[in-house]
């Protein structure tokens, strides 16, 4: 069963990509190379509503699938690589807290969510760093999963670069932000997507 509903996974990174390109697409000047994702569900961002609604969505189907991957991975990884699997989980339950602390809209004062919103995001990023980092260190060494493991820690070191490089952007406030930042998030996705597949596709 729990093998089964790692396929949340390839869902719920459905979910993030079309709330990302919806968003873009409804709101009129939105510029996706230079304003951050959570722009789209900032406070007074024109469609909120059904962009944040989307985003506990994924929020959902993340959680499902980082428990299960646990689970699975039970059968077969390493303590070290249980572990990060479990940080993976973590990382998700506290950024679901993002629907109750949105961003302030582009150009607004530092409100209390505002602020809150950006104490979650600098508790996510290490997470979201350690996760894939912990998933390959052991699972490296395993035969049949080498390549898995070796692409887990690439994308944890990318994570941790492209971070860097995302908050030194926003605190300088250089234009393309936007893409710096889909770069970092688009790496995570693309972890959770092929480890979600690799999982459901995996012989019993």
Same mark, same amino acid.
């Given at each position: 069963m729990a093998q089964k509903l790692t396929i949340f996974g390839a869902i719920a990174? &459905? &979910?993030y990509v079309f709330h990302v390109l919806l968003g873009g697409w409804l709101w009129e000047g939105y510029r996706h190379l230079h304003q951050p994702i959570s722009d789209l569900t900032a406070q007074g961002a024109p469609d909120r509503r059904i962009l944040t609604a %989307? !985003?506990?969505?994924?929020?959902?189907c993340s959680i499902v699938f980082a428990a299960s991957a646990y689970i699975v991975f039970k059968r &077969?990884?390493?303590k070290v690589s249980r572990v990060g699997m479990l940080v993976f989980l973590a990382m998700h339950l506290v950024s679901i807290t993002y629907g109750l602390f949105p961003q302030d809209a582009p150009g607004a004062p530092l409100s209390f969510t505002g602020m809150m919103h950006l104490a979650v995001t600098a508790l996510i990023v290490p997470l979201t760093i350690l996760a894939p980092l912990l998933v390959g260190f052991r699972l490296r060494k395993d035969r049949d999963f080498k390549v898995y493991g070796q692409y887990s820690i690439a994308t944890g070191v990318f994570i941790l670069i492209a971070g860097g490089t995302t908050a030194i952007f926003f605190a300088q406030g250089w234009p393309y932000f936007g893409l710096v930042e889909r770069l970092n998030i688009g790496a995570l996705q693309l972890w959770m997507l092929v480890s979600s597949l690799m999982l459901f !596709? %995996?012989?019993?």
């Open positions: 990174v &459905f &979910f %989307m !985003t506990i969505l994924y929020g959902i &077969f990884a390493p !596709t %995996m012989k019993q």
